[in-house]
């Protein structure tokens, strides 16, 4: 039962680094999205995809990329890291009018 | 404008009483889903009901139940019975006909023995 699987789950990275973080569901969905929550602000939207092939911005995308080229991969790119960007990180994935399915996150440091 | 809104940062209630958590939302579509999830001081999200903005009936799960006024576009949750690993940050979140989902800023509960 692996649902939704996030890698890394912990990472620190210098200012002006890149990196990707991992997502991989194996439920078929072809909702996946990518979260980010600060304290105090709960969850907010960077970028989504309603199907391979397919990804647009959600509330908070600047500093961020996704590719779509599966359905079960949904990676989210961070070029040049910068401190705003520490922050625990979500994917989720859900079928059409379903619920939200999550991984267990990722904690990336910025410093 | 904040589409989910969480007016409560922290709540306290004694073991075995219920409590309410409040959420109102906006927005302008007639199709959406209201959602509730848990999440813990592990950080995992943890689904509790849900709600859909055609439904007559409040959603009720075990111990949850969703008061929901459309008019007041207000989506409470009402957990019964607290107990002591109901503590947790208890988030509202919307589903929009895009399928995009939006959240509150959480809410803090700590049920007290």
């Known amino acids: 039962n692996a649902g939704v699987t996030q890698t890394p789950k912990f990472r620190i990275l210098k200012i002006g680094q890149s990196m990707t973080l991992q997502c991989a569901q194996d439920?078929?969905?072809?909702?996946m999205y990518w979260y980010r929550q600060d304290p105090g602000m709960g969850l907010k939207l960077i970028y989504y995809?309603?199907?391979?092939?397919?990804?647009d911005k959600g509330e908070v995308p600047n500093g961020y990329n996704v590719s779509r080229s599966t359905t079960e991969d949904f990676p989210l790119r961070l070029e040049l890291a910068a401190p705003s960007q520490t922050s625990v990180y979500f994917c989720?994935?859900?079928?059409?009018?379903?619920?939200?399915?999550f991984g267990e996150g990722s904690r990336l440091t910025v410093l | 404008a904040q589409k989910i809104t969480q007016t409560q940062p922290g709540m306290f209630v004694q073991e075995k009483e219920a409590v309410t958590l409040d959420c109102t939302y906006d927005?302008?579509?007639?199709?959406?889903?209201l959602f509730w999830y848990k999440q813990p001081s592990s950080g995992e999200m943890i689904f509790l009901i849900y709600q859909g903005s055609y439904d007559e009936q409040n959603a009720t799960e075990g111990r949850y139940s969703l008061n929901f006024q459309k008019a007041r576009k207000s989506a409470n949750l009402v957990i019964s019975a607290s107990q002591l690993g109901d503590s947790a940050m208890y988030f509202c979140a919307m589903r929009e006909p895009g399928n995009q989902f939006y959240f509150g800023t959480g809410t803090s509960l700590t049920v007290i023995p």
């Open positions: 995809s309603v199907g391979a092939g397919i990804t």
């Open positions: 989720a994935s859900s079928y059409y009018r379903g619920e939200l399915f």
């Open positions: 439920m078929n969905h072809n909702y």
């Open positions: 927005t302008s579509d007639q199709s959406y889903g």
